[in-house]
């Protein structure tokens, strides 16, 4: 009983290390330049991106998504909340880098409504070259 307690105490404080972030990456790394990869270009801006490169909260992300219809497992996975501001030139497969931002009070574009699935994390992000 003891050496279970003691192990589950030991695992606490571990994971304690382990997600501890700066307060300025406990709020999404805004101002953290991050390297993403556009995995999945779906319709109607259903666009679907992982993490390759930099330190995201992981709260922020899914550690791992697999896309019903491909099959196809990606790590450090997310969706956009803002497709509107996301650059038309970047297609799927690029690789790029990007900030989270805060969210716009209003989007400045239609978008469709048909469904492709993405990941259920999503973020504010702006393209930073």
């Known amino acids: 009983m003891k050496k279970s307690l003691f192990a589950l105490i030991v695992l606490a404080a571990a994971l304690s290390a382990g997600t501890a972030c700066s307060s300025k990456a406990s709020k999404g790394g805004g101002g953290t330049k991050l390297k993403g990869r556009f995995e999945v270009a779906g319709m109607c801006s259903n666009y679907t991106f992982s993490v390759i490169e930099g330190r995201i909260n992981p709260m922020l992300v899914e550690a791992t998504w697999t896309n019903p219809q491909t099959n196809k497992t990606y790590w ?8 509107c501001n996301f650059p038309s030139n970047i297609k799927e497969g690029d690789t790029f880098y990007f900030e989270i ?3 716009d009070k209003e989007q400045k574009c239609a978008v469709c409504m048909a469904y492709y699935p ?3 994390k999503k973020l ?5 070259q």
């Open 76 to 83: 450090k996975a997310f969706g956009i909340s803002n497709p």
């Open 101 to 103: 931002v805060p969210a």
């Open 118 to 120: 993405t990941p259920g």
């Open 124 to 128: 504010n992000i702006k393209v930073v």
